[in-house]
């Protein structure tokens, strides 16, 4: 599938509107915040900003962004000693993440 490319035009005062198929796309509504990224090789990259960033880590976005990166390149091989330690430390462990938790958890 070919690139979905669209345009908009900047004001005398640097203002854009984001075109409504990338508002939809990113899962913008009003007032919210857009990320801009520009990547070593030039390209920018824009993306919907969840949650407070004002919290989070700058080194560990620029880590996680670094591994997405890796992963959609494809350039991550499993490490078959960290899944067999893994495999070790957990045995056959199931976990039903929707069982509810038992009153006693409430106020760890």
Same mark, same amino acid.
């Given at each position: ?11 005398? #005062?640097? %203002?854009?509107?984001?075109? $409504?198929?990338? #508002? ?5 509504? %009003? ?18 900003? #969840?949650? $407070? ?5 700058? !080194? ?12 959609? !390149?494809?350039?991550? %091989? ?31």
């Amino acid at each position: 599938m070919a690139d979905l490319k669209f345009e908009s035009s900047v004001t005398d #005062r640097y %203002q854009t509107t984001v075109p $409504s198929a990338v #508002r939809a796309a990113l899962g913008l509504g %009003q007032r919210d915040k857009i990320a801009w990224t520009i990547t070593p090789g030039g390209k920018v990259e824009v993306g919907a900003i #969840r949650g $407070s960033a004002e919290h989070e880590d700058p !080194a560990l976005m620029a880590f996680l962004a670094l591994l997405e990166r890796d992963i959609a !390149a494809g350039n991550l %091989q499993p490490a078959a000693s960290l899944f067999a330690r893994m495999e070790a430390m957990v045995g056959t462990a199931r976990l039903n993440l929707d069982a509810p938790l038992p009153d006693d958890d409430d106020n760890a």
